[in-house]
């Protein structure tokens, strides 16, 4: 069989041993390949070249700084190949792409170069470091692009500064510490696949948004625009700009003809300026901020709604067009009857709440609902995992489930927790399956629970639709399967969880003696 | 320190190596640009910035852990000076106005009594310790043997198989050179005469036979300078308590993609070597 020996140089080609030598690896899987390697031209590494009889492949070698790409094959042909797959992978590789003979695939490392592969793109979508964050949306709004900043650590003055730059240049930031949005049906970061209809949304609540879509999605609706502000824009040093500029372009959208505004509570002054936007919208607008007065939005023509679900229900039936919301109810575990069969399992004094949640809008949304219905003084703890005290060091809870696996188990060795409170959260850029993570924890906290002589109850909602990845349903199944009592939404399960604690029976004192 | 800037990303750096002079102007180009750090050649040097992460390096300026070159649009050839601050094409500008100085000359270290038993725990760590830059076509494995076997013996046979070792291997900085400048740096630390000669030697004959990254470090090493990990790594072996070394090796086996794993294992021959001439010139 005949063997050729073929080379090509890379001139001041700089990459690390590792990347070399992969290439190298999958260069010799081809066909018709023998060897092949990838060195720097240094006169020690052309002398083993030549005691592998490959010295041929360096001849047109200038200095230590060439790259020799090295290949013995059974033929011309399979030697070409594989030279042209090495330019291929050289060529992909990150930042060093200053070598004019490099050929084929160039991802596109900076915006400069997104932009001369796709021209007519008109959103960036930005997620690196907060110290280059900025810059890079900076760059991208004098490019023309709208922005939506997945990043956090941006600072109030950098937020202040975008957004100010958008509004003089026509063009919307969502974000900074944006998770959630769908344009035009494109979903983009931990969005839901939900129906195309005519409901638009504007929120600075990620899970907030999340719930609402997918609620609207449930009774038979759409969405047409779900855009997200980002946490901080209704924060006085932010004055709703972004929230300002989604609500003018959703009240201009033909294809939207239903507003709604979703917020955590924000602050007096910004909901103020945000309500007297929409005064005398032409479309019937739904503002849901959590804590927020209901007069104040009814003053503007708009139409108040307490929790996500009402805002959601609200929506679908202003929006009409064959959408319907289901009357309350109608899941096991609401009847006065199954919260006091549930409420009796639990042992005396067992009348916690233990809220470990993966939203923080949703564990916001669930403290005032709780708050609410069982008063202000309890011990009970509504944790959002999502906080920064949480996820440093690791990924969010929505993506690794890991640390509330631990937290759910570590619970049931509390004697006074007697519901378990849960969101599990669906779509895109969420784990693949956390009904499937969760499961396990909830078996084994209840086994944890039963042999210290109690009964722990988990109550839990799922936010998510029939097409998102994990499947709706699917995700359901499993978690009656273990034994847990769904709600069917976020605002629901705090209610029924509040309703089971205050149907247990206090602890009776112990008499010293 | 502003986030921002209309001409591109504004940082501060952390710390200066004091091999340079931040007064000094010059002009230089991109060499390279990887994921936390860029390669600037100025006439026959070199300077790194680098994320802080990894640690100092002489000849090196360092700022925050999250730099990364790539993202902020830096790019082989471009221009790079150094004005009061340090301007990489119109992609980063560097302050360095707060900056503290590093220095990066490597001290004597006395090694203790229990040298044995420390020279013991380091090789049993290097030994779980990832791949090498010595595999696949270059796996210089003939050299390798030749240099360990010359490291028991005297500093002419070291010498002359290190030789073999300059330029060999995979990567930006080849692997027989990491292993080098190692050995140098253990030689120094243990206060080896002949580590000066020695690294000076390797040094000149890098000039025309490895990268230009290589000679940069091989040049260091002359000059008695070596990177913060080779520091903290000596002194751990040397100084620090037995139960830290595993610790200090796995850290210094991280850097770069095999370049960690060559260079500890450079050290572990030198220390040997340097305790073997000792144990010599005392019988």
């Known amino acids: 069989m005949t063997t050729t020996v073929r080379g090509s140089i890379h001139r001041n080609s700089y990459r690390d041993s590792v990347e070399l030598m992969g290439i190298a690896a999958e260069l010799e899987k081809l066909p018709g390949i023998k060897r092949a390697g990838l060195v720097m031209a240094t006169p020690a590494n052309l002398g083993v070249l030549e005691q592998a009889g490959m010295q041929a492949a360096a001849a047109d070698v200038k200095g230590p700084g060439d790259l020799v790409v090295a290949v013995q094959a059974d033929s011309d042909s399979a030697a070409e190949a594989a030279l042209g797959r090495a330019a291929d992978l050289l060529a992909a590789g990150a930042g060093n792409a200053g070598d004019g003979e490099a050929a084929g695939i160039v991802a596109p490392q900076t915006l400069r170069e997104g932009l001369a592969a796709l021209p007519d793109a008109n959103l960036a979508l930005i997620s690196t470091s907060g110290t280059y964050a900025t810059a890079e949306a900076l760059r991208a709004l004098k490019a023309g692009l709208n922005v939506f900043l997945f990043s956090d650590n941006v600072s109030v003055e950098d937020e202040r500064e975008l957004k100010e730059l958008a509004a003089r240049r026509g063009l919307l930031v969502m974000g900074p510490d944006c998770g959630t949005a769908i344009v035009g049906g494109v979903p983009l970061g931990f969005a839901n696949a939900v129906r195309s209809g005519p409901i638009g949304l504007a929120a600075a609540s990620g899970t907030g948004l999340q719930q609402v879509t997918c609620l609207i999605d449930r009774y038979g609706s759409g969405v047409s625009h779900a855009l997200g502000t980002g946490g901080r824009d209704l924060d006085v040093r932010i004055g709703g700009l972004t929230m300002l500029a989604a609500v003018e372009r959703l009240l201009a959208d033909p294809s939207t003809s239903v507003v709604v505004l979703i917020s955590k509570p924000p602050d007096a002054t910004v909901s103020a300026r945000v309500l007297e936007a929409i005064r005398g919208a032409g479309k019937p607008v739904v503002v849901n901020f959590l804590g927020g007065e209901p007069d104040a939005v009814r003053a503007v023509g708009a139409h108040p709604a307490a929790t996500f679900e009402a805002a959601a229900r609200r929506a679908v039936e202003l929006a009409g067009a064959g959408g319907s919301a289901p009357d309350g109810g109608g899941e096991p575990g609401d009847s006065a009857a199954q919260v006091a069969a549930g409420a009796a399992r639990l042992a005396a004094g067992q009348s916690e709440i233990r809220g470990l949640f993966s939203g923080g809008s949703l564990a916001g949304e669930a403290k005032l609902i709780i708050k609410s219905i069982v008063g202000p003084d309890r011990h009970d703890r509504i944790i959002d995992l999502g906080d920064d005290e949480y996820t440093v060091g690791r990924p969010h809870p929505m993506i690794d489930p890991r640390l509330r696996y631990e937290m759910i188990v570590a619970t049931a060795a509390e004697p006074t927790v007697g519901v378990v409170l849960l969101d599990v959260v669906l779509g895109y850029a969420a784990h693949p399956d956390p009904a499937g993570a969760l499961a396990p924890a909830v078996e084994e906290a209840r086994a944890v629970a039963r042999a210290a002589g109690r009964e722990i109850l988990f109550v839990a909602s799922v936010c998510g639709t029939e097409g998102d990845p994990q499947g709706l349903a699917a995700q359901e199944q499993v978690l009656r399967a273990a034994g847990v009592v769904l709600a069917p939404s976020n605002a629901r399960a705090a209610e029924l969880a509040a309703r089971l604690v205050t149907a247990v029976e206090p602890a009776t004192a112990m008499v010293a003696g | ?283």
């Open chain 2, 1 to 283: 320190m502003a986030a921002m800037d209309s001409r591109g990303s504004r940082i501060a750096a952390l710390r200066y190596s004091l091999d340079l002079d931040p007064r000094a102007r010059w002009a230089g180009r991109v060499l390279s640009v990887h994921r936390s750090a860029l390669n600037v050649s100025v006439g026959d040097g070199l300077l790194v910035v680098a994320g802080a992460r990894g640690g100092a390096l002489p000849g090196s300026i360092i700022v925050a852990d999250d730099f990364d070159p790539i993202v902020a649009g830096v790019r082989t050839g471009m221009l790079a000076r150094l004005d009061r601050d340090l301007w990489v094409g119109s992609a980063v500008a560097i302050s360095l106005a707060a900056a503290r100085p590093w220095s990066p000359t490597l001290p004597v270290i006395r090694a203790g009594r229990d040298i044995g038993r420390r020279l013991a725990v380091l090789g049993g760590a290097l030994s779980r310790q990832g791949t090498s830059g010595f595999a696949g076509l270059a796996s210089g494995a003939a050299e390798l043997a030749a240099f360990s076997t010359a490291a028991g013996g005297d500093v002419t046979a070291i010498a002359r198989e290190g030789d073999r070792l300059v330029g060999l291997g995979a990567g930006l900085t080849p692997a027989g050179d990491d292993l080098l400048v190692g050995f140098s740096a253990a030689f120094t630390a243990y206060g080896h005469p002949a580590a000066r000669p020695l690294a000076g030697r390797w040094a000149e004959q890098a000039a025309t036979a490895t990268t230009v990254v290589a000679t940069a470090y091989h040049r260091h090493a002359a000059a008695g300078r070596y990177a913060e990990r080779l520091h903290d790594l000596l002194a751990a072996i040397l100084g620090g308590p037995p139960d830290g070394i595993s610790a200090a090796v796995e850290r210094a086996c991280r850097f770069g993609a095999t370049s960690g794993v060559d260079l500890v294992t450079g050290v572990e021959l030198g220390l040997r070597a340097a305790r073997n001439a000792q144990v010599e010139r005392a019988a």
